[in-house]
C-alpha cells in the first residue's frame, strides 16, 4: 500500500480520483457537492483531492474481511 501511495500524485484530478475510486466523474463531483469526500482543494475553477486525505477516508470505510474477524 505504501509503494501505491508513493506512486500516486499528492493532489489528484478530479477524472483520477474517479479512477481510483472505480467510479464516475459525475459521482465524484456530486460527493463533492455532498461534503462526502475529504481533502477537496478548489484552486480558481479547478478541484483536486488531496491523495492522502482520500485514501485514509477510503481504508476508515472499508469493512473488515472474514480473515481479519
Do not use: C, F, N
Not at 20 to 29: D, E, G, K, Q, V
Not at 39 to 57: A, E, I, Q, S
Amino acid at each position: 500500500e505504501r509503494r501505491r501511495q508513493r506512486s500516486l500524485p499528492i493532489l489528484l484530478t478530479v477524472d483520477e480520483a474517479a479512477d481510483l475510486l472505480r467510479t464516475t466523474r459525475r459521482a465524484i463531483y456530486a460527493m463533492i457537492g455532498r461534503s462526502q469526500l475529504p481533502g477537496v482543494v478548489r484552486v480558481r475553477r479547478r478541484v483536486l483531492l488531496r491523495t492522502d486525505d482520500l485514501l485514509h477516508w477510503l481504508e476508515q470505510k472499508s469493512a473488515p474481511s472474514l480473515e481479519e474477524r
